[in-house]
Structure formats: C-alpha cells, structure tokens
C-alpha cells in the first residue's frame, strides 16, 4: 500500500499535475484504483452521507433557516404531474 501513496499535486511519473488531469483530480489516481476497494469505498461513502445529512439539517435549523426539500424529493412525480 505505502507505493501507492503519492504526494498532492504529482502524477505517477513525479511531474506536477498539468492540463485537464488537474482539472479532473479522479484521473490522477483512477489508473491504480483496486476493484477490491469498492465495497469499501461504498461503506464510507454510507457512512459518511448518513453523518453528513443529519448534521448540515442541524446546523441550517441552528441557523434558523427553512428545511426545504428535506422530505418533499421523495415523492414520486407521476402523482404530482399532469401527464
């Protein structure tokens, strides 16, 4: 795992990032992405939508701002369109 660790802002070759590979930062590392990894990558991204969501809700209602769209994205939209 430790060669697979690279310094920001480096490409696998040791030159700085240039042209749309630095624009696109997925492209600098998606070349020794390991398919192994995916379950869990999935698990933290879970976990991390599922701490996430519930604290950016606190802090907006600490804010005293309005939680729009907080239930209401999950309806289904053939029931509310005329078609």
Known sequence: MP???RSAG???GGG?????????PPAQ????YQPQWVTQDAIAGVTL???GIPVSLAYAS???LPLTGSGN???CLP???PL
Do not use: H
Not at 29 to 32: E, G, M, R, V
């Open 49 to 51: 939508a599922a701490y």
């Open 62 to 64: 600490l804010a005293g």
């Open 73 to 75: 994205s999950c309806r």
């Open 10 to 12: 480096k490409f696998a």
């Open 29 to 32: 590392w998606l070349a020794t």
């Open 79 to 81: 029931r509310e369109s």
């Open 3 to 5: 060669e697979l660790i």
């Open 16 to 24: 700085p990032v240039q042209g749309w590979r630095a624009a696109f």
